[in-house]
């Protein structure tokens, strides 16, 4: 199977690169912002919107203004790739599917992509405007072919490249186990045969020395280079939390796909369940959002038959024995006893199992419905072919009875 995956590798450029880096992710930066301004100032002045190619029109005019030619120092289509990633947030933000376009800050993540002519070898990577390769500490080969790298500066200041390329994936071997999946807090996944993986809390685990890091930077001068260095020290221990519960995902996403043939998950509404702030920060801490994304696209790659039930559906509060609804459980209820068949009953076991049956129900009634328009097409088909052989039949009847007709005649 063909897929399109990335590497993540960090980098380690010299006091030179660092600063031509640092001229790239500010060229980046002001393009974008430049041109968002652009847009917003013409649509409330003139009601007129702009797209990528007049955007690129002005970026070339731009670029021969004696004010900015300092554009010119920077890869064109790097540049190209800020006004891309522009017109993109544009148009989701017209289908709805995410919020207009803010300004970029230079305090967050810093990044910029190259769409083309990268060349790594050796732990060495070579991208345009920059006369020396950028050292690589390669962890894992990289195979296949690269599409596209995108160079990145985090709060910590910590340089990454991330080489997206073509790659040929070995799938898991089949199996023949169906599981259905409850995310939880407590636990963090549950699944229908009993098995359970555990939420590791990685911002409690580290809560400490997160507090008293900031506890140390709020003490410190605005301005000053004890604030700047304390700040770093703060990135860091944000980011080996961020590190620690991306691996923990991984592992758990990847032994549920590695283990079963058929995944049946809850389709989850994160940021509306974000809104509930006596559980906001659990629920951010455990990614559920992100463990559903790398569950989804896992199964893609595995050949695995991933099915999602509807959010509504009461999988809490459903006995997966009688069906009985319990309409007044609470979350608080780990274990209830169902009225009606007396069965005690695992809150988070139960609603597994309900899951992977109605997943199992979704999935059989779409294969059913395939099937069934198959055999109407088919059955259509042998019907017109028996009307065009009997129209046949009856015109060749009725040129022979006309031959004869004439022949007596």
Request: with cysteine.
């Amino acid at each position: 199977m063909v897929v399109i995956k990335t590497f993540k590798y960090r980098c380690y450029p010299t006091k030179e690169q660092k600063r031509l880096l640092a001229k790239h992710f500010g060229s980046k930066r002001f393009v974008y912002n430049y041109f968002l301004n652009e847009r917003k100032s013409l649509y409330l002045e003139s009601k007129e919107t702009l797209n990528y190619y007049d955007n690129a029109k002005s970026l070339t005019a731009l670029k021969k203004d004696e004010q900015y030619e300092w554009l010119n120092e920077i890869n064109s289509q790097t540049l190209q790739a800020a006004l891309r990633d522009l017109d993109t947030a544009y148009n989701r933000f017209f289908r709805k599917q995410a919020r207009f376009p803010c300004f970029k800050a230079k305090h967050n993540n810093q990044l910029f992509r190259v769409p083309q002519f990268i060349k790594y070898e050796n732990g060495e990577l070579k991208i345009p405007k920059f006369k020396q390769p950028i050292k690589v500490n390669e962890d894992r080969p990289l195979t296949g072919k690269i599409l596209f790298a995108t160079l990145s500066k985090k709060p910590s200041g910590k340089y990454f490249v991330s080489i997206t390329v073509e790659t040929e994936h070995t799938p898991y071997a089949p199996t023949d186990k169906e599981v259905g999946v409850d995310l939880g807090i407590k636990d963090l996944v549950i699944c229908s045969d009993g098995t359970k993986y555990s939420n590791i809390k990685t911002t409690n685990t580290n809560k400490k020395q997160l507090i008293y890091e900031q506890r140390q930077l709020s003490k410190k001068i605005k301005g000053s280079n004890s604030r700047w260095r304390q700040r770093v020290k703060v990135a860091r221990v944000h980011e080996r939390i961020s590190n620690i519960r991306h691996n923990h995902l991984h592992q758990t996403s990847s032994s549920i796909v590695r283990e079963n043939q058929t995944i049946c998950m809850e389709t989850l509404t994160v940021v509306n369940m974000m809104k509930n702030h006596c559980l906001a920060k659990a629920i951010a801490d455990a990614s559920w959002g992100e463990l559903l994304r790398q569950i989804k696209y896992k199964s893609e790659w595995n050949e695995r038959t991933f099915i999602q039930v509807d959010r509504f559906f009461p999988s809490s509060k459903t006995c997966n024995k009688c069906k009985y609804i319990k309409s007044d459980l609470t979350l608080k209820d780990r274990e209830w006893v169902c009225p009606s068949c007396f069965v005690e009953l695992d809150r988070d076991v139960n609603a597994a199992e309900n899951i992977l049956e109605q997943g199992l129900k979704i999935y059989n009634s779409v294969l059913g419905t395939k099937s069934e328009s198959v055999a109407h097409r088919a059955t259509l088909r042998k019907q017109n072919k028996q009307k065009r052989e009997e129209a046949f039949s009856l015109e060749k009847s009725t040129s022979h009875e006309t031959q004869e007709s004439l022949a007596l005649g």
